[in-house]
T-cell receptor, first 114, second 114 residues
Framework: QQQVKQSPQSLIVQKGGISIINCAYENTAFDYFPWYQQFPGKGPALLIAIRPDVSEKKEGRFTISFNKSAKQFSLHIMDSQPGDSATYFCAASPLGAGSYQLTFGKGTKLSVIP | NAGVTQTPKFQVLKTGQSMTLQCAQDMNHEYMSWYRQDPGMGLRLIHYSVGAGITDQGEVPNGYNVSRSTTEDFPLRLLSAAPSQTSVYFC?????????????FGSGTRLTVV
């Protein structure tokens, strides 16, 4: 049973455009929603994360939008750059007990073309 | 500060062979996890540990063993390698507490079983 569904599987965006990746979850115990960025040959790296007490979190060009009632969250990359080309994973876990069990989406390969 | 160190980076095994993937972290993190990454499957949790002497199974534990004798080290053992275990393996760690939910990943071990 896939607990975190991520879409699209791949995404091509023009330089300067907005990249949007969506995730939906099923487990209502999830209370922590991070996004990881992975470059080829490297391990995933934490990009940005949100907890459900806020509906949006912004760090530079990266924004997470969170809709608790719909059990959905999304990553927006503004002014996308070729250097943003990577695979992005959404994830979810409970807070407190069980927080060590991070469940990942299947990933989105983003290509930003000049 | 080395972070999470995984060795080896690449390995080819014959079916039935055993081996140990090494993982060490120097951040004094309590939580450590092993994930495998397969194309189109995201990252799936194999085993995890919440502290020295404490380990538990994740989503895909069959064929793997772990132990955690020290805070720093969390080796993953393949008992009898099978072609289905061909994958990229990532070790990750994080600290306890509300400010430490982000996992730090190693750079991975690419394993091929022939």
């Amino acid at each position: 049973q896939q607990q975190v569904k991520q879409s699209p599987q791949s995404l091509i965006v023009q330089k300067g455009g907005i990249s949007i990746i969506n995730c939906a979850y099923e487990n209502t115990a999830f209370d922590y929603f991070p996004w990881y960025q992975q470059f080829p040959g490297k391990g995933p790296a934490l990009l940005i994360a949100i907890r459900p007490d806020v509906s949006e979190k912004k760090e530079g060009r990266f924004t997470i939008s969170f809709n608790k009632s719909a059990k959905q969250f999304s990553l927006h990359i503004m002014d996308s750059q070729p250097g943003d080309s990577a695979t992005y994973f959404c994830a979810a876990s409970p807070l407190g007990a069980g927080s060590y069990q991070l469940t990942f989406g299947k990933g989105t390969k983003l290509s930003v073309i000049p | 500060n080395a972070g999470v160190t995984q060795t080896p980076k690449f390995q080819v095994l014959k079916t039935g062979q055993s081996m140990t993937l090494q993982c060490a972290q120097d951040m004094n993190h309590e939580y450590m996890s092993w994930y495998r990454q397969d194309p189109g499957m995201g990252l799936r949790l194999i085993h995890y540990s919440v502290g020295a002497g404490i380990t538990d199974q994740g989503e895909v534990p069959n064929g793997y063993n772990v132990s955690r004798s020290t805070t720093e080290d969390f080796p993953l053992r393949l008992l009898s390698a099978a072609p289905s275990q061909t994958s990229v393996y990532f070790c990750a760690s994080r600290g306890q507490g509300a400010s430490n939910y982000g996992y730090t990943f190693g750079s991975g071990t690419r394993l091929t079983v022939v």
